[in-house]
């Protein structure tokens, strides 16, 4: 759902899912990168995700959206958390956001592979999806590009032992 409050901003909820797999060096995390279509020399990696349609709940967006982007199909119980919650302050296409969010993990075991190709996309994805890609904690924390969200260049494990308190990461301007 997306509005704009007269003040020339997007607003809108969204919901992500932190997909992760074992690793050989570690537990790895299927990754997103894209560019801006308005800016196509900005790149970035973040997590699948995107904004809930009307009557959604934040867990049915995420699950849908990871099918979506990646493939991958969870169930609506087989997600842990939301383990963050945000809200992103961003310009995507030459327009200001306002993305309040949950985040979410979900385990590969637990999903089912569905073939998705990038003609399935939606318009937008086609344009600015550039790869999937399974990374590391090092991967990530190094990466020479943008990360979304920003605390994936922190330590995982308190998420990949979550305590089952969520964290509020506040208003994040990224």
Known sequence: MTADAGDGRIHRLGARVLLLRPGAAGPEMLMVRGHDPHDVGRTFWFTPGGGLEPGETMRAAAVREL????????????????????????????????????????????????????????????????????????????????????????????FMEWDGETRDLGEVDE
């Open 67 to 158: 099918a979506e982007e990646t493939g991958y199909v969870l169930e609506e119980d087989e997600l842990v958390g939301p383990v963050w919650r945000r809200v992103a302050l961003f310009d995507f296409a030459s327009r200001p956001y306002t993305q309040s969010e949950e985040i979410y993990v979900g385990r590969v075991a637990d999903a089912e592979r569905r073939s998705r190709t990038a003609a399935e996309w939606t318009a937008i994805e086609q344009e600015t999806i550039d790869e999937l890609a399974w990374m590391s904690e090092a991967d990530v924390r190094d990466a020479p590009i943008e990360v979304f969200p920003v605390a994936l260049r922190e330590p995982w494990a308190w």
